[in-house]
T-cell receptor, first 114, second 110 residues
Framework: DGGITQSPKYLFRKEGQNVTLSCEQNLNHDAMYWYRQDPGQGLRLIYYSQIVNDFQKGDIAEGYSVSREKKESFPLTVTSAQKNPTAFYLC?????????????FGPGTRLTVL | KQEVTQIPAALSVPEGENLVLNCSFTDSAIYNLQWFRQDPGKGLTSLLLIQSSQREQTSGRLNASLDKSSGRSTLYIAASQPGDSATYLCAGANDYKLSFGAGTTVTVRA
């Protein structure tokens, strides 16, 4: 089955810890995205990547880092510098072709700070 | 910066009634507008994508319209069913980025 997988489904972090959220896709999409969702708010873009070894900051990149070493993978690290990391994190992917294309989403990871 | 608004935040209807969900955006220079469904605690499922050159898209009981001049999109769901209960989000695309509304949570009463 083609799709996007995210792991873990639930993640708990202690104060001062860095944690890494996994995102993998087998859709052969060039572009991948990370969003954060808070209750009652729309999704906000953290980082995106249109090609391997290149990525750009989104609207709320502070306290987060990413890497794109493989086309299929786009892990997100939530660092201790992120002051309010408790949220639902969603990964997405799309093709890149002559403009903006349809984004497909993974099932999400819920991160809770203890 | 693109701002997307969805009103109302919540909606409850009896089964069989047609649903009308509204989405407004501030920047008419969008590439496309996408409608998603989200069930509690789950990811987003893409429902319809309307390109900027199109006026509407249809899929089964769903129909979405786009009016760039007025900055509005509407999602119609015909003959609603309890299984349609979910949060519906719209998102406008500019420069490879999606800007999302906060969503409308729909409850269809049996």
């Amino acid at each position: 089955d083609g799709g996007i997988t995210q792991s873990p489904k639930y993640l708990f972090r202690k104060e001062g810890q860095n944690v890494t959220l996994s995102c993998e896709q087998n859709l052969n999409h060039d572009a991948m995205y990370w969003y954060r969702q808070d209750p009652g708010q729309g999704l906000r873009l953290i980082y995106y990547s249109q090609i391997v070894n290149d990525f750009q900051k989104g609207d709320i990149a502070e306290g987060y880092s990413v890497s794109r070493e493989k086309k299929e993978s786009f892990p997100l690290t939530v660092t201790s510098a992120q002051k309010n990391p408790t949220a639902f994190y969603l990964c997405a992917s799309s093709i890149v072709s002559g403009g903006f294309n349809e984004q497909f989403f993974g099932p999400g990871t819920r991160l809770t700070v203890l | 910066k693109q701002e997307v608004t969805q009103i109302p935040a919540a909606l409850s209807v009896p089964e069989g009634e047609n649903l009308v969900l509204n989405c407004s955006f501030t920047d008419s220079a969008i590439y496309n507008l996408q409608w998603f469904r989200q069930d509690p605690g789950k990811g987003l499922t893409s429902l319809l994508l309307i390109q900027s050159s199109q006026r509407e898209q249809t899929s089964g009981r769903l129909n979405a319209s786009l009016d760039k001049s007025s900055g509005r999109s509407t999602l119609y769901i015909a003959a609603s069913q309890p299984g349609d209960s979910a949060t519906y989000l719209c998102a406008g695309a500019n420069d490879y980025k999606l800007s999302f509304g906060a969503g409308t949570t729909v409850t269809v009463r049996a």
